[in-house]
């Protein structure tokens, strides 16, 4: 018990975001949750319960209790029939009761900021342990950083109409991420198409050259891009696109790119296999200077193909996928987010937005 006069537990005063933040990461990566006032400590079990799909977080409470003994009376038990004069139950500060039970499945925005990213991890993650700090961060580009893939859908889509074809999700997933000409052959050959690979490559690079111009970026890249070149953070681009279409497709964007270390393109004279190979993400990682570690690096990827190279090459890989991307396809990912707003560079031991 407390000193005289004070409750069994006392609330922490109320956190700020980067506290909560940094005392959910912590704690979650320790398996539990804890807050210390010196006369109790409040734990939380992680464990996934049997009848759902979410994982939930169970309070209890501890007291300093010891054994009864001389001097330590046994507590006094009311008498049957007797009030019993309850307390009110206190909150901890990450808004749970003593026993009270909670499915981290989608927390309200209200909610404490380290519950929110506490649930975010989980659901993306079946380990935070398993989140390494890194020192160098690999970005793909047409979906990731540049909001290039609608023009993509847009101009086969056309293309495969005209044949009485959809170019469907199902199709998409196979070619996200992959080099042109690979692309147009999976395509041709899984829709069966009246038309050669070639043709449809060419008829296909012909369209969009006309309007890869227009690309824009993707919500929360310039932020992020700008934040870890403010702290010196090394970083490079991985891309499949040729260094033609790359041009186009980054015309608008010029100062973003030139804060990036070096891009590799698909067209590079050192590649020999392009994604879903590691080829691309350890070539990435060889032209920093020095050449940082597979172990050391974190890529960021929004296509399934990118993701299984990136983890084949031994690093850990965030995966922004569309909303439209079945489950199954997001399965190797270290971490999935709905948007690179969403990113908490802290997590990977990188400096925290300001």
């Known amino acids: ?3 005289p006069g004070q409750p069994p537990f006392r609330v922490i005063p109320e956190h700020t975001e980067q506290n909560c933040i940094q005392m959910a990461v912590g704690c979650f990566q320790r398996g539990r949750l804890h807050n210390l006032s010196g006369q109790e400590a409040l734990f939380f079990k992680i464990r996934s319960p049997k009848k759902t799909n979410g994982l939930c977080l ?3 409470t501890r007291q300093n209790k010891g054994p009864a003994g001389p001097g330590r009376p046994s507590p006094a038990r009311p008498a049957p029939g007797a009030a019993i004069n309850r307390r009110p139950t206190p909150t ?3 808004g749970f009761r003593p026993g009270q039970c909670r499915t981290a499945r989608a927390p309200s925005a209200s909610a404490p900021a380290a519950l929110r990213l506490l649930c975010l991890a989980m659901a993306a993650s079946s380990s935070a342990a398993a ?4 020192t160098h961060l690999i970005f793909d580009m047409d979906g990731l950083l540049l909001d290039t893939e609608i023009l ?3 101009v086969y889509d056309e293309i495969c109409r005209r044949y009485g074809k959809s170019y469907t999700w199902d199709v998409k997933s196979l070619v996200l991420g992959r080099q042109a000409p690979e692309a147009a052959g999976i395509i ?4 069966d198409l009246p038309i050669t690979k070639e043709e449809l490559l060419q008829e296909s690079q012909s369209m969009l050259e006309k309007i890869f111009h227009t690309s824009g970026l ?3 890249v310039s932020k992020l891009i700008h934040h870890l070149h403010k702290h010196k953070i090394p970083i490079g681009v991985a891309t499949s696109s040729s260094v033609a279409s790359f041009e186009l497709k980054t015309s608008r964007h010029k100062d973003l790119f030139s804060l990036f270390h070096h891009i590799v393109t698909g067209e590079d004279p050192e590649l020999k296999r392009g994604k879903p190979h590691p080829d691309p993400f350890l070539l990435c990682a060889k032209r920093f200077e020095p050449p940082a570690p597979p172990e050391k690096c974190l890529v960021f ?3 399934p193909q990118g993701i299984k190279g990136a983890r084949a090459a031994g690093m850990q890989a965030i995966m922004i996928p569309d909303e439209n991307l079945g489950a199954d396809f997001r399965k190797e990912a270290t971490l999935v987010l709905k948007s690179m707003e969403d990113f908490k560079p802290e997590l990977f031991g990188l400096p925290a937005y300001d």
């Open 1 to 3: 018990m407390g000193r």
């Open 131 to 134: 989140l390494r700090p890194v």
């Open 152 to 154: 993509y859908t847009k």
């Open 218 to 220: 993707m919500p929360g």
């Open 58 to 60: 169970k309070s209890r």
């Open 301 to 303: 990827e929004d296509s």
């Open 188 to 191: 041709r050959d899984h829709l």
């Open 92 to 94: 901890s500060p990450l």
